[in-house]
């Protein structure tokens, strides 16, 4: 599958290698610092992953996933490991109902419950995504543009080929299923 994206989001590095290697299909986000006063929102439907070393701590991280931590290999660069595709967002505004996704994801329930109550404003955002590893990886010089504690990246025209999901279609439907059961038991 030949694609041409024009947008990256930002996330942690260690989240990025779970979704490309199908251990983790869903992310929790909050926002960068630097998002509108609304907060992060999902702007986009492809993107590719752009891993992010910056704030990432190892006491936020699940055990099983703690191993990935890793200084960044390639300072100066940024390695674009995936293309993701958002198969359902949910915005959740219940603590109960984001602790549950934990399972799902990288993040610890100390970590969820912090992006939660971040700035006050007690939600986050729940994507289950799609995700398909590059065939190469796509290895961009950083830009003045590209720093900074914002989720989304424009990208120039690029163009990239990605492989078939790292989880399979049936296991993901599955997934997409468990995760929307447990956020409706939570509803507030």
């Not at 990025?16 to 299909?25: K, T």
């Not at 590209?146 to 492989?163: F, H, I, K, T």
């Amino acid at each position: 599958m030949t694609t041409t994206p024009h947008t990256a989001l930002k996330e942690w590095d260690t989240q990025c290698q779970a979704l490309v290697a199908g251990q983790s299909p869903l992310l929790i986000r909050k926002g960068g610092i630097m998002e509108t006063h609304g907060g992060f929102e999902v702007e986009y439907r492809r993107f590719l992953l752009y891993p992010t070393f910056l704030h990432q701590n190892p006491a936020e991280l699940r055990p099983e996933f703690a191993g990935r931590l890793r200084e960044d290999p390639h300072p100066g660069q940024i390695v674009l490991p995936a293309l993701a595709e958002v198969v359902a967002v949910h915005k959740v505004e219940s603590l109960e109902a984001a602790l549950a996704l934990e399972p799902y994801q990288a993040l610890t329930a100390g970590a969820i419950e912090r992006r939660f109550h971040y700035r006050n404003r007690p939600w986050v955002h729940a994507l289950l995504l799609r995700v398909r590893p590059l065939r190469e990886p796509l290895v961009l010089d950083e830009t003045p543009e590209m720093l900074g504690c914002v989720s989304w990246v424009p990208l120039r025209d690029v163009e990239v080929e990605a492989n078939e999901p790292a989880l399979p279609e049936p296991e993901l439907e599955r997934l997409q299923m468990e995760i929307e059961t447990r956020l409706k038991a939570h509803e507030a």
